[in-house]
Every structure is written in structure tokens, then in C-alpha cells.
């Protein structure tokens, strides 16, 4: 018997019978006096032939592409200037498209073999952030008369399906889980009706369902909605007969931008757009009937857009006629359609114009000139419906007040709701209809308006759809850097509140799906919640510290940072900055999922609300676009410096993150410190305004040229050349490792992001711990949680590599 099956015999004899400790013990001394003989001579021959093996050097890093260049000169104000990477844009040349394919499969390759080494490393942070990803089965119910609407995703479906239910019938079986097909198994009934399957729009639509506008009828007959004909690259309206549930005949138009019912669901009036993009006809569709849709008015000024909305009692249309040089409004009785229009109100260019009624008053919320002089924030005026001055005579609702800002308002029969801002902190107050003659144009607090709960660190309040304009409970959905989106019925009859939905990170998926308030939702009256953590907040585990940094001018930059509670080291901990700065819209800081992977890994989260963008009103949005842009760009670096003296963030360790508008802020701060950052992310970032400005291929609107200026002007092009991204790249410097991710489905061509890419690559100097990096997207994104948390992955391992290393 061989000496090593013995051996193992032997325990197993040992293991099954009491079987004295010497023999194991000999046993053991015979296996190695016999083994030590055959090791010795094992030995003698390995050194006879031993060969000493080189170390295996590491792979070398791969090589970026290089497209080649083709110099087209350009010349404007008395400035020239060369474009050597011109030909990507140039969508007619065939020959140059090839060279795009080519270029964009090397780029692919490329960005493959630099995180090749992170898969696993991606893996584990797809593993991660999909269960945190809400599981959006359905949207919460929301009442409309005797009808609960909301949208639900069957299992192995992409897209929703757009359904209602009866409320005072089957309010029982509305929970979040959903009987299969709306189906009552007791009674044996169908209670659920299917109104619109977006998986069978795809179908309509080249396997692609993507909606802009959905509006149900007020007598809940028709559905009018607006789909994205990818093939054609624009939106075409249907209607839907929800008794029936069949395509009507009329109207179908294409290139819709706005819609609003009138005559009570029977009348449906809807703006088109030209070649280019611009919404210049308004017509009228009669439903039922087999006249031609009726051409109410036709704007033929280039610069003037138009757009329809309904009041929320469905009372009176407005129509908004906008352009540089003025902003109108022309109001239209719903009841007669076809009765003509009256102006109500005119203003200078650029003044944001809503219109509401309630009980034969109008209600405009603008932040419009008054007598010349410009304002900063927003404000409520009112008029009677059936006032005879000309023009118009507005009265102010609210006196101003300066400290109390108003961002939004809402109206239900009932109440008055006002989204309030005081410094930082925002309010949520209601106000009880209608408004005494005597409390008019007295100060907010003045009126004791209702102060509804909110939880801390609210980042934006949204109003809901509130379709229902006679019911008194009004919903909103609040966001938070420290807690998940919530979405709130108030009840402004009795101070009752109810989170309808919300992820909860600690304890379960979701506290509500859709569902009655009875079985799933969780109720609190006035301050006093029923449980510890009535908010879901997850400020137990991550702080959320606000400052006021000064800027170069001195002017005080909001900056907000996130970070694990347990994970905090003063100068030691990697960050990531966020910005954008751009149309005056507030960045967005609520609760992301997928950031959880770097903030519980030490990371530090910040946010810079940088000027040109939202939050700060009109003059804050001014001073950051145009010929004042340059003030976002050194309010983002002051921030970014701020980070770094004070020790949140280490010195090496910081690095930069910008969407779009926001891509161009972090792109031009890296020109101006390419030693400040270690890493970005720029995603479908604008990164050549001098070309797209100039010489736009895809539609710009009068927006895009106020935000960042005229070329034909020449202090607006001199401002434009000075922070281009593309036209600021330092030669012979160190740049940050870089990862920019576009689409082409993106507003801003795919073409801009390697242009840039590539003039990087050549002007800055080669350090292959510091790729530039090319990520494309074929599919849109935000339309796929796959790709999100795919896209989202790499993003975080991209950081992780090149930061942490």
C-alpha cells in the first residue's frame, strides 16, 4: 500500500475508533523520514537546472487614438483663428463621417482597455447601487374627480402603462400590490382600465417610447399626448378615446410643442413648430368633427415663440408670445375657443409669465420690470377678469418684502400655496381663498398663512400635478441632499400630511408604492409626527454642512458638502464637486443612490451654486451668464480652493463633476487651474460655444443665446472665446485625468465632446495615470435603470482609479 494512502487510512482508523495517540504520533515521524530523503534529491536536481526568471514587467499602458487633422481657418470681429478637428461636425460629408466611425470605435477600444483593470471593481458597484435603485413600480395614485391615475411597469415590460381605477369603489384594492391586471378575484370584476400601454407606442415608434406632453380631457374622454418620432426628430400629437380606447382621427399634427383642452374636453388647441424648432401656429381641433383644425394665430417674426397652457379650472386659456424684445399674454375663454384672443399682459423680454384664475380674478406670478426698474425675484399680481382699463390694471397680492422670496405658487379652489424662501431655509405655506380686498397688498406673514411641515436640509419643493383643482389636498415632492425624494399629500382642510412615496434606504424598498393612505401611506398631523423618523432622513449616518465662500469679488458663493459621519478625516478624504451655473436653474442636490458608494468609502460630496445659475434670483442668474460667464467659472475654483485650505478635502485628492451647461463650468475651471483637480467627469457637456454659437447644427433657442452670448455682438464673442473650453486648452500642462461621456441622442453634438477630447490629448502633457477618456451612449440613458446604474458604476470606478490611486 502506498505510504500516503496508509497515512490517510490512518485517520480515518483515528477518527472512527479510540485508537492511542503514539501510533498517529509514529505514524507521523515515519511519513517524514521517508519524505525528507526524496525532498533532498527533489532539491539538487531543481538547482542543477535552475534558470532565474526576469520579472514580468507590467503591461504597458495603451495608446489614446489620434484623428487627424484637418485646419479650416476661421475669422469674426477682426479675430482669426484655426479649427483642426472642424471636419467632426461636418454631418454631410460622408467621407468624413467614416472617418467619425472609425475615430469613435477607436475611442470605444480605447476607454475599454484603460478600465479594463476596474471590471471587477464595477461589478461590485453595479452589485451595489441596483438594489438601491427605487424599483418605480408605480407612480402614486392621483385623484381627478371620481378617477385614480397612475402609471405602472409590468414585470419583464420596459415601458409603463398608463392606468385609472373608480376610487370610491376599489379605493380597497389599490395597494402596492397590484392585482394582476386590475383584476378583483373575489368578485370575479375587472377594476383596473388600461389607457395607454407605452410598450405598444414603441412599437409605433421604431422600438422607442419616449412622451413630452400628456394631458387627459377634464371630462376624462380623450388623451392627448405628444411621442418622440426618433426618425423624424420631432413630436407627434395623438388623441385616444379612453371610453374605446382607439386612436382618434383628429387631430393628428406633427412637430407639437404645447397642448390645452377646451370646451370641456371637446375642443383641443395646440401649438406646432417650424424646420426649425422654433413653435410659431396655434390651431384648434374640434373632436368629433370632420372640419379642418382651425389656425388661430401665426407668429411670422423669426424671434418670437409661442406656447398654450390651460388655468387649472379650465376656465380661460393662455397664450404666451415671447421673444427678446417683449413677453405677452393673451388670454382666450376656454368655453368659445374660436372667440378670438385679448392681450392681458405685456412686458419686456425675458419675463417669466403665469397666468392662473380664481373666482373672475386673474393671478399672474412674473418676475417682470416694474416701471422700468428690474427685480430680482418673483412676485403675485392680480386683476379682475372683467376689467375694462386700458391697459390692464395689476395689483400687487403681497408687498414686497425682501428677506420672504417667493419660487412658486399653486392654486386650488380652496388655497393659496406659496413655496417661500428666507435665506437658504424654504417654507411651504397656504393661504385660505378667497382673498379679502382689505388683506391685498399687505406683507405675507400678515395674512397668517399656514406654516406646513418640511423636513431639514430641503434642496427644492416641486409642486405636483394637481389636476384636481376643487379637491383641498394638494401634493408636492421635496428633495434633500441627506434624505430620498418624498412626494406629500397635504391636507390644508384639517393640517393632516401623508408621504404617498418615498425609497427608504434603512428598513424597506419603498414606503409606498401606490397605494390608499388607509393601507400603505403613513399620516402625521400638523408638526407632531406619530414615529421617530417621520421623514426617512438619513442625517443619523451623513452630515450636510452649508457655507458661504467668498468668491475672487468678494460676492458669497453657496457651497453645500455631504459626508459620512463615520468616515471623516480633516485633509485626508477624496471629494467630488458638483456644478452647473447656468438659465438660472437651481443645481441639483437632492439624494442620489448611486453616490452612496463613494460617501460611504470616505468620499466628500459638494455642491457649488455658482452664479448664472438658480436659487439666488434674477441678478445672481445675470451675473453668470454672457459677458459675465467668467464669474461661474472663478465662483466653481473659489469653491474648489475652499475644499482644499480648509481641509475637507485633500489636496490630491478633489475632483470635478458637471452635466451639460455644467460640463462647460468644469471643463473651462480645469483651463484656468489643470493643477487643482486630479479627476472630472463631464457629462454630454457644451464644450465648444464658439462653433455651436456660430454656426449652430442643431436648433438653438433665444435661451441659449441669452445664457451665453451673441457671437454677432463683440463683446458677447470676446467673452465667448474667453471661457470656450475648446478655445482655452493649456499647452504643455499636466490636465486631470478626465472621463466625458455623450450621447447621440444629446442636444449638444457628440462631435463637441471629441473635439475637445482630442485637442487635449494633443496640447497637454502625456501621463497615462491621467487618461482622457471618450464614453458614447447610443440608447438615452435616463430612459433605461440598466444603463443608469451601468453608467453610473463606471463613473465611480473611474474616480476610484484615478483619485484614490
Given at each position: 500500500?502506498p505510504?500516503?494512502?496508509?497515512?490517510?487510512?490512518?485517520?480515518?482508523?483515528?477518527?472512527?475508533?479510540f485508537?492511542s495517540?503514539?501510533?498517529?504520533?509514529?505514524?507521523?515521524?515515519?511519513?517524514?523520514?521517508?519524505?525528507?530523503?526524496?525532498l533532498?534529491?527533489?532539491?539538487?536536481?531543481?538547482?542543477?537546472?535552475?534558470?532565474?526568471?526576469k520579472?514580468?514587467?507590467?503591461?504597458?499602458?495603451p495608446?489614446?487614438?489620434?484623428?487627424?487633422?484637418?485646419?479650416v481657418?476661421?475669422?469674426l470681429h477682426?479675430?482669426?483663428?484655426e479649427?483642426?478637428?472642424?471636419?467632426?461636425s461636418?454631418?454631410?460629408?460622408?467621407?468624413?463621417?467614416?472617418?467619425?466611425?472609425v475615430?469613435?470605435?477607436?475611442?470605444?477600444?480605447?476607454?475599454e482597455?484603460?478600465?479594463?483593470?476596474?471590471e471587477?471593481?464595477?461589478?461590485?458597484?453595479?452589485?451595489?447601487?441596483?438594489?438601491?435603485?427605487?424599483?418605480e413600480?408605480?407612480?402614486p395614485?392621483?385623484?381627478?374627480g371620481?378617477w385614480?391615475?397612475?402609471?405602472?411597469?409590468?414585470?419583464?415590460?420596459?415601458?409603463p402603462?398608463?392606468?385609472?381605477?373608480?376610487?370610491?369603489v376599489?379605493?380597497?384594492?389599490?395597494s402596492?400590490?397590484s392585482?394582476?391586471?386590475?383584476?378583483?378575484?373575489?368578485?370575479?370584476?375587472?377594476?383596473e382600465?388600461r389607457?395607454?400601454?407605452y410598450n405598444?407606442?414603441?412599437?409605433?415608434?421604431?422600438?422607442?417610447?419616449y412622451?413630452?406632453?400628456?394631458?387627459?380631457s377634464?371630462?376624462?374622454?380623450y388623451?392627448?399626448?405628444?411621442m418622440y418620432?426618433?426618425?423624424?426628430?420631432y413630436f407627434?400629437?395623438?388623441v385616444?378615446?379612453?371610453?374605446?380606447?382607439?386612436?382618434?382621427?383628429k387631430?393628428q399634427?406633427?412637430?407639437?410643442s404645447?397642448?390645452?383642452?377646451?370646451?370641456?374636453?371637446?375642443?383641443?388647441?395646440?401649438v406646432?413648430t417650424?424646420d426649425?424648432?422654433r413653435?410659431?401656429?396655434?390651431?384648434c381641433?374640434?373632436?368629433?368633427?370632420?372640419d379642418?383644425?382651425v389656425?388661430?394665430?401665426?407668429e411670422?417674426?423669426?424671434?418670437?415663440?409661442?406656447?398654450?397652457?390651460?388655468?387649472k379650472?379650465?376656465?380661460y386659456?393662455t397664450?404666451?408670445?415671447?421673444?427678446?424684445q417683449s413677453?405677452?399674454?393673451?388670454?382666450i375663454?376656454?368655453?368659445?375657443?374660436?372667440?378670438?384672443?385679448?392681450?392681458v399682459?405685456?412686458c419686456?423680454?425675458?419675463?417669466h409669465?403665469?397666468?392662473?384664475?380664481?373666482?373672475e380674478?386673474?393671478?399672474?406670478?412674473t418676475?417682470?420690470?416694474?416701471q422700468g426698474?428690474?427685480?430680482?425675484?418673483h412676485?403675485?399680481?392680480?386683476?379682475?377678469?372683467?376689467?375694462?382699463?386700458?391697459p390692464?390694471?395689476?395689483?400687487?397680492?403681497?408687498?414686497?418684502d425682501?428677506?420672504?422670496?417667493?419660487e412658486d405658487?399653486d392654486?386650488?379652489d380652496?388655497?393659496?400655496?406659496l413655496i417661500v424662501?428666507?435665506g437658504r431655509?424654504y417654507?411651504?405655506?397656504?393661504?385660505?381663498?378667497?382673498?379679502?380686498n382689505?388683506t391685498?397688498?399687505?406683507?405675507?406673514k400678515?395674512?397668517?398663512?399656514?406654516?406646513?411641515p418640511?423636513?431639514?436640509?430641503v434642496?427644492?419643493?416641486?409642486?405636483?400635478?394637481?389636476?384636481d383643482?376643487?379637491s383641498?389636498t394638494?401634493?408636492?415632492a421635496?428633495?434633500?441632499?441627506?434624505?430620498?425624494?418624498?412626494?406629500v399629500?397635504?391636507?390644508l382642510?384639517?393640517?393632516?400630511w401623508?408621504?404617498v412615496?418615498q425609497?427608504n434606504?434603512?428598513?424597506?424598498r419603498?414606503?409606498v408604492?401606490?397605494?390608499?393612505?388607509?393601507s400603505?401611506?403613513?399620516?402625521?398631523?400638523?408638526?407632531?409626527?406619530?414615529?421617530?423618523?417621520?421623514?426617512?432622513?438619513l442625517?443619523?449616518y451623513y452630515?450636510?454642512?452649508?457655507?458661504?465662500?467668498?468668491?475672487y469679488?468678494?460676492?458669497?458663493?453657496?457651497?453645500t458638502?455631504?459626508?459620512?459621519?463615520?468616515r471623516r478625516?480633516?485633509?485626508?478624504?477624496?471629494g467630488?464637486?458638483?456644478?452647473?451655473?447656468a438659465?438660472?436653474?437651481?443645481l441639483?442636490?437632492?439624494w442620489r443612490?448611486?453616490?452612496k458608494?463613494?460617501?460611504?468609502r470616505g468620499?466628500?460630496?459638494?455642491?457649488?451654486?455658482v452664479r448664472g445659475?438658480g436659487?439666488g434670483g434674477?441678478?445672481?442668474h445675470?451675473?453668470?451668464?454672457?459677458?459675465?460667464?467668467l464669474n461661474?467659472?472663478?465662483?466653481?475654483?473659489s469653491?474648489?480652493?475652499?475644499?482644499?485650505?480648509?481641509?475637507v478635502v485633500?489636496d490630491?485628492?478633489?475632483?470635478?463633476?458637471?452635466?451639460?451647461a455644467?460640463?462647460?463650468?468644469v471643463?473651462?475651471?480645469?483651463?484656468?487651474?489643470?493643477?487643482?483637480f486630479?479627476?472630472a467627469?463631464?457629462?454630454?457637456?457644451f464644450?465648444?460655444?464658439?462653433?455651436?454659437?456660430?454656426m449652430?447644427?442643431?436648433?438653438?433657442?433665444p435661451?441659449?443665446?441669452e445664457e451665453f452670448?451673441?457671437p454677432g455682438d463683440i463683446?458677447?464673442?470676446?467673452?465667448?472665446?474667453?471661457?470656450?473650453?475648446?478655445?482655452n486648452?493649456?499647452?504643455?500642462?499636466?490636465?486631470?485625468?478626465?472621463l466625458?461621456?455623450?450621447?447621440?441622442?444629446?442636444?449638444?453634438?457628440v462631435?463637441?465632446?471629441?473635439k475637445?477630447?482630442a485637442r487635449?490629448?494633443?496640447?497637454s502633457?502625456?501621463?497615462?495615470?491621467r487618461?482622457?477618456?471618450?464614453?458614447l451612449?447610443?440608447?438615452?440613458?435616463?430612459?433605461?435603470?440598466?444603463l443608469?446604474?451601468?453608467?453610473?458604476?463606471?463613473e465611480?470606478?473611474f474616480?476610484?482609479?484615478t483619485?484614490?490611486?
Amino acid at each position: 500500500m502506498p505510504l500516503n494512502t496508509a497515512v490517510y487510512l490512518g485517520f480515518n482508523k483515528l477518527s472512527s475508533s479510540f485508537v492511542s495517540f503514539r501510533p498517529l504520533t509514529t505514524m507521523r515521524h515515519l511519513l517524514t523520514a521517508v519524505r525528507r530523503p526524496i525532498l533532498r534529491h527533489w532539491a539538487i536536481l531543481q538547482s542543477a537546472n535552475y534558470k532565474p526568471q526576469k520579472p514580468q514587467p507590467p503591461p504597458s499602458p495603451p495608446s489614446p487614438p489620434k484623428p487627424p487633422k484637418k485646419p479650416v481657418s476661421f475669422c469674426l470681429h477682426g479675430e482669426s483663428w484655426e479649427d483642426e478637428y472642424n471636419w467632426m461636425s461636418q454631418l454631410n460629408d460622408r467621407v468624413a463621417m467614416r472617418h467619425m466611425d472609425v475615430y469613435m470605435e477607436q475611442e470605444e477600444k480605447y476607454t475599454e482597455a484603460v478600465m479594463y483593470d476596474t471590471e471587477r471593481l464595477q461589478s461590485k458597484l453595479q452589485a451595489e447601487m441596483a438594489p438601491r435603485l427605487a424599483p418605480e413600480l408605480s407612480t402614486p395614485p392621483l385623484r381627478w374627480g371620481p378617477w385614480l391615475y397612475y402609471r405602472r411597469v409590468e414585470e419583464g415590460k420596459q415601458y409603463p402603462v398608463l392606468c385609472r381605477r373608480l376610487a370610491n369603489v376599489n379605493e380597497e384594492f389599490i395597494s402596492n400590490k397590484s392585482p394582476s391586471a386590475g383584476f378583483d378575484f373575489t368578485s370575479g370584476k375587472k377594476i383596473e382600465q388600461r389607457l395607454l400601454d407605452y410598450n405598444l407606442e414603441a412599437e409605433r415608434f421604431g422600438g422607442y417610447a419616449y412622451e413630452e406632453l400628456s394631458e387627459v380631457s377634464p371630462d376624462h374622454r380623450y388623451l392627448a399626448y405628444t411621442m418622440y418620432d426618433k426618425d423624424n426628430d420631432y413630436f407627434k400629437l395623438s388623441v385616444r378615446d379612453l371610453n374605446f380606447g382607439s386612436l382618434c382621427s383628429k387631430p393628428q399634427a406633427d412637430r407639437v410643442s404645447s397642448i390645452a383642452w377646451a370646451k370641456d374636453g371637446q375642443a383641443l388647441l395646440y401649438v406646432v413648430t417650424d424646420d426649425k424648432k422654433r413653435p410659431f401656429r396655434l390651431y384648434c381641433s374640434m373632436l368629433g368633427s370632420n372640419d379642418e383644425d382651425v389656425l388661430i394665430l401665426e407668429e411670422p417674426q423669426e424671434n418670437v415663440h409661442l406656447s398654450i397652457r390651460h388655468t387649472k379650472d379650465f376656465r380661460y386659456l393662455t397664450v404666451n408670445a415671447f421673444s427678446t424684445q417683449s413677453s405677452k399674454v393673451f388670454l382666450i375663454n376656454a368655453a368659445d375657443p374660436l372667440s378670438g384672443m385679448t392681450l392681458v399682459w405685456e412686458c419686456e423680454a425675458n419675463a417669466h409669465c403665469i397666468i392662473e384664475h380664481h373666482k373672475e380674478y386673474l393671478y399672474l406670478f412674473t418676475d417682470a420690470a416694474v416701471q422700468g426698474q428690474t427685480v430680482d425675484h418673483h412676485y403675485l399680481l392680480r386683476s379682475p377678469v372683467a376689467s375694462s382699463s386700458s391697459p390692464r390694471k395689476w395689483e400687487n397680492v403681497f408687498a414686497n418684502d425682501q428677506d420672504l422670496i417667493i419660487e412658486d405658487v399653486d392654486f386650488c379652489d380652496s388655497h393659496l400655496l406659496l413655496i417661500v424662501r428666507e435665506g437658504r431655509k424654504y417654507r411651504l405655506y397656504s393661504i385660505c381663498l378667497p382673498l379679502c380686498n382689505s388683506t391685498v397688498g399687505v406683507h405675507l406673514k400678515e395674512v397668517n398663512p399656514q406654516n406646513l411641515p418640511l423636513p431639514d436640509h430641503v434642496s427644492q419643493i416641486l409642486p405636483g400635478p394637481n389636476y384636481d383643482f376643487y379637491s383641498s389636498t394638494m401634493r408636492f415632492a421635496i428633495t434633500s441632499p441627506v434624505m430620498p425624494d418624498a412626494v406629500v399629500d397635504y391636507d390644508l382642510t384639517n393640517g393632516k400630511w401623508t408621504i404617498v412615496q418615498q425609497q427608504n434606504l434603512l428598513y424597506e424598498r419603498t414606503r409606498v408604492l401606490y397605494g390608499s393612505a388607509s393601507s400603505m401611506s403613513k399620516n402625521f398631523s400638523g408638526n407632531n409626527a406619530v414615529d421617530d423618523r417621520p421623514w426617512n432622513d438619513l442625517a443619523e449616518y451623513y452630515a450636510c454642512e452649508e457655507y458661504d465662500v467668498p468668491s475672487y469679488d468678494g460676492v458669497l458663493v453657496p457651497l453645500t458638502i455631504l459626508y459620512s459621519r463615520h468616515r471623516r478625516k480633516n485633509g485626508e478624504n477624496p471629494g467630488l464637486l458638483h456644478g452647473h451655473g447656468a438659465y438660472g436653474e437651481l443645481l441639483d442636490k437632492r439624494w442620489r443612490s448611486e453616490l452612496k458608494s463613494l460617501l460611504d468609502r470616505g468620499w466628500v460630496i459638494a455642491y457649488a451654486d455658482v452664479r448664472g445659475g438658480g436659487g439666488g434670483g434674477r441678478k445672481w442668474h445675470h451675473d453668470g451668464r454672457r459677458t459675465n460667464k467668467l464669474n461661474s467659472v472663478k465662483d466653481y475654483i473659489s469653491c474648489a480652493k475652499f475644499l482644499i485650505e480648509r481641509e475637507v478635502v485633500q489636496d490630491t485628492k478633489l475632483a470635478g463633476w458637471g452635466y451639460s451647461a455644467g460640463g462647460l463650468l468644469v471643463a473651462s475651471a480645469i483651463n484656468f487651474c489643470p493643477d487643482l483637480f486630479r479627476a472630472a467627469v463631464l457629462k454630454v457637456p457644451f464644450l465648444d460655444p464658439t462653433h455651436t454659437l456660430l454656426m449652430p447644427i442643431l436648433p438653438l433657442a433665444p435661451n441659449d443665446y441669452e445664457e451665453f452670448g451673441y457671437p454677432g455682438d463683440i463683446e458677447d464673442f470676446r467673452a465667448i472665446r474667453e471661457y470656450s473650453p475648446y478655445d482655452n486648452i493649456h499647452k504643455d500642462a499636466l490636465y486631470p485625468a478626465i472621463l466625458v461621456t455623450s450621447s447621440f441622442n444629446t442636444r449638444f453634438g457628440v462631435w463637441e465632446a471629441a473635439k475637445w477630447v482630442a485637442r487635449v490629448r494633443e496640447y497637454s502633457i502625456y501621463d497615462p495615470s491621467r487618461p482622457v477618456l471618450l464614453n458614447l451612449t447610443t440608447d438615452i440613458v435616463e430612459e433605461n435603470r440598466y444603463l443608469q446604474c451601468k453608467e453610473a458604476a463606471m463613473e465611480t470606478a473611474f474616480l476610484m482609479k484615478t483619485v484614490e490611486s
